[in-house]
C-alpha cells in the first residue's frame, strides 16, 4: 500500500512541479513586462486596478514604433536618433550590439543557431555540446592558418548566458540532434535527454 502511495506521490509530483513552475514563471514574466509601462498607468489612472494595462500598453507601443519606423518620416526620424546615439561614446556600443543582435534573430533566412555540434572544451578529452553559429571573424581564421567557425556553448540552465569559441571546422562534430532538443538538454541541465529512438531504428 505504502509503495503504490509512494509511487502515485511522484507521478503526480512529475506533473504538477513542471506545471507550477511554468505558470510561476510565465506570472513573472506578465508581471515584469506589465511593470514596465503598468507603474506608469497607475501613477496617473489610480481607478484602474486589474493587471495587464502595462503589458497591452507595451504591446501596442511597440507595434506603433515599428509601424512608424517603416514610413518615410519615421525612417528620417529613426536615422536622426541614431546618429545622435552614436555620438554618445558607451551608449553607441551598447546600442548597435544589441540592434545586431535582435536584426541577427529576426532574420528569416538565416537561423542564429544552426546545428548541434560537439567540442573538446574546455580541454582535449572533455567534450561540451553547443550551438554551430557560423564562420569565425576572417581575421581570426588568417592570423591561426584555420578555418574557424564560431561555437555557442550555453551555461545551464540558462542558455541564454554562455561562452563563444572559435574551433578548427575539422575538431567540430556535427550532431543529429535538433535545436529544440539541445535547448531542452540545456535548460534542464542534461536530465531531459533527446529521444533518438526512430533515427537508430532507421539506420
Not at 126 to 141: N, T, V
Not at 169 to 187: A, C, H, P, R, Y
Request: hydrophobic content about 45%; overall charge positive; aromatic content about 10%.
Amino acid at each position: 500500500m505504502l509503495k503504490h502511495l509512494r509511487n502515485y506521490f511522484i507521478t503526480g509530483l512529475l506533473i504538477i512541479l513542471p506545471l507550477w513552475i511554468s505558470l510561476q514563471l510565465l506570472w513573472w514574466m506578465f508581471l515584469k513586462a506589465d511593470a514596465i509601462l503598468g507603474n506608469l498607468i497607475k501613477k496617473y489612472f489610480p481607478a484602474v486596478m486589474i493587471p495587464g494595462p502595462g503589458l497591452i500598453a507595451l504591446l501596442l507601443l511597440i507595434i506603433l514604433t515599428g509601424l512608424v519606423a517603416q514610413n518615410y518620416i519615421g525612417k528620417k526620424l529613426l536615422r536622426f536618433g541614431e546618429r545622435i546615439l552614436n555620438k554618445i561614446p558607451v551608449l553607441r556600443n551598447i546600442y548597435n550590439t544589441t540592434k545586431q543582435f535582435a536584426e541577427g534573430l529576426a532574420q528569416s533566412d538565416k537561423n542564429a543557431f544552426r546545428q548541434m555540434v560537439l567540442v573538446e572544451y574546455p580541454r582535449q578529452g572533455i567534450f561540451s555540446p553547443g550551438f554551430l553559429i557560423g564562420d569565425s571573424p576572417e581575421e581570426a581564421s588568417q592570423k591561426t592558418e584555420n578555418q574557424l567557425v564560431s561555437i555557442f556553448i550555453p551555461t545551464p540552465p540558462n542558455p541564454t548566458n554562455g561562452f563563444l569559441i572559435f574551433v578548427p571546422k575539422n575538431q567540430v562534430t556535427l550532431l543529429d540532434m535538433s535545436i529544440e532538443d539541445g535547448l531542452k538538454l540545456f535548460v534542464s541541465a542534461g536530465v531531459i535527454k533527446p529521444n533518438n529512438k526512430e533515427k537508430v531504428s532507421g539506420k
